[in-house]
């Protein structure tokens, strides 16, 4: 069964500093994607990662892939208590999403 | 302009009872899934259409049915409900194999 891993579960972070979200994932897919969630509410679209090294930005937050470590990454630069969320990684296998557990994040002023 | 809607946003009922939720979306996407979040917020795929085609199904209880109607809607019947379905149920929709985009989600509670 396809396992996706992510770690931290639980972050706590000062604003103005910097974190990765680590993902691992046991199967061979090229496509990844990075989903925010905020309490009570559904799931955003941050980024659609489809080869290997593909790496994209947005605002604060910036994703990478890298398919043969089986590996994506989701960088936090410069924290703000807006990006206190939830963020969840998701392979896709066959046009199926397997998320990861999820990662909540709490920015601390 | 909503993309993909659910109905009920909220759903209580008890032990037993046949419930269903509605799915609906507007992007002209040709494929619909139903997502299960439980209270550890671990979110799981139950189904997937393509064209009103079922092509996947995962190892849920057949309690669960998933109904469309046409290729706008996916809504989920649930039967004989048990404390267990509690949850929240997301609905997903894609064209072809791009990201999916989610629907607000239905938080059922079983009592």
């Known amino acids: 069964e396809l396992k996706v891993e992510q770690n931290p579960l639980f972050l706590s972070m000062q604003e103005g500093k910097n974190y990765t979200i680590y993902c691992n994932y046991s199967?061979?897919?090229?496509?990844l994607y990075w989903y925010r969630q905020d309490p009570g509410k559904s799931l955003e679209s941050l980024f659609v990662?489809?080869?290997?090294?593909a790496v994209k930005q947005e605002g604060r937050l910036m994703a990478s892939l890298d398919t043969k470590a089986r590996l994506s990454t989701l960088h936090i630069t410069a924290a703000v208590h807006d990006l206190s969320a939830t963020y969840f990684c998701?392979?896709?296998?066959?046009?199926?999403?397997?998320f990861g557990t999820g990662t909540r994040l709490t920015v601390i002023p | 302009d909503t993309a993909v809607s659910q109905t009920p946003k909220y759903l209580v009922t008890q032990m037993g009872n046949d419930k269903s939720i509605k799915c609906e979306q507007n992007?002209?996407?040709?494929?619909m899934y139903w997502y299960k979040q439980d209270s550890k917020k671990f979110l799981k795929i139950m189904f997937s259409?393509?064209?009103?085609?079922?092509?996947i199904n995962e190892t849920v209880p057949n309690r669960f049915s998933p109904k469309s109607p046409d290729k706008a809607h996916l809504n989920l019947h649930i039967n004989s409900l048990e404390l267990g379905d509690s949850a929240v149920y997301f609905c997903?929709?894609?064209?072809?194999?791009?990201?999916?985009?989610f629907g607000p989600g239905t938080r059922l509670t079983v009592t």
């Open positions: 997903a929709s894609s064209h072809l194999s791009y990201e999916q985009y």
């Open positions: 199967t061979t897919s090229d496509r």
């Open positions: 990662l489809l080869s290997n090294g």
């Open positions: 998701a392979v896709d296998e066959a046009n199926n999403l397997f």
């Open positions: 992007l002209g996407h040709d494929t």
């Open positions: 259409y393509n064209n009103k085609e079922l092509i």
